[in-house]
């Protein structure tokens, strides 16, 4: 019967001991304290890092979920396949630390160059003007312009890396004197090959000038 008291009282404090672990976490290490805005960000973009290794993530937008909360409303895009013709765009919104790392807003944007536009959102992408190079990117292959189709079919869409970069003004363009506002200008390059194409495209997606580099 000794024994067994022992036994018995050496259990109940563990019992204690554990349970009073749990309330110390709960209430203290497991309450997330109030975090600024960098800070929730960043807790949002590691996690998803970690959740897609595959994708690259960037935040697009971050503010105070309401004056008197303490979590933040977080605009993030996933993007994969950043260099193909067909870049893959999700948007998510996460309102943390309120809902954790679970999205309360997630739509894909574009994929296999189709764009969906949605006009009933607050997430600064979606709009009619093309703001990003992945989705430059979509629309100009897209738009199936004919020497970017010719080149990306004789190298192979695998083989074609593409670049965008939105230019306020643009000028010294072979073959024309043309200063161009506002534009994109899309680089279609493939291993190997000994010239690349290149798309001048205005923000809402028309092709204005195309040549070979």
């Known amino acids: 019967m000794e024994l067994f008291g022992r036994v018995a009282l050496a259990a109940l404090i563990l019992i204690v001991i554990f349970s009073s672990a749990i309330i110390i976490y709960k209430y203290t290490l497991g309450k997330p304290g ?38 933040w409303n977080i605009f993030v895009s996933l993007v994969y396949n950043a260099t193909s013709p067909c870049p893959t765009v999700y948007l998510e919104e996460y309102t943390y630390p309120a809902f954790n790392f679970v999205p309360t807003i997630a739509n894909l944007y574009t994929k296999d160059c189709i764009i969906y536009g ?72 493939a291993a190997g090959a000994s010239s690349s194409q290149l798309l001048i495209m205005n923000a809402t997606g028309s092709i204005l000038y195309n040549y070979t580099n």
Not at 39 to 52: E, I, M, T
Not at 54 to 69: G, H, L, P, Q, R
Not at 163 to 182: M, R, W
């Open 34 to 71: 109030t975090l600024n805005a960098e800070q929730a960000g960043q807790a949002v973009l590691n996690d998803l890092q970690l959740s897609y290794p595959n994708s690259t993530v960037t935040i697009i937008n971050t503010s105070k979920e309401n004056s008197s909360s303490s979590s």
């Open 118 to 189: 949605l006009s009933q959102t607050k997430l600064p992408y979606y709009t009619y003007l093309i703001t990003s190079p992945e989705i430059a990117i979509a629309k100009s292959y897209n738009a199936s312009f004919p020497s970017v189709l010719r080149y990306v079919q004789e190298y192979g869409y695998q083989n074609v890396k593409v670049h965008a970069v939105h230019y306020s003004l643009l000028g010294n363009i072979p073959f024309t004197n043309e200063t161009f506002k506002n534009v994109w200008l899309i680089n279609y390059t």
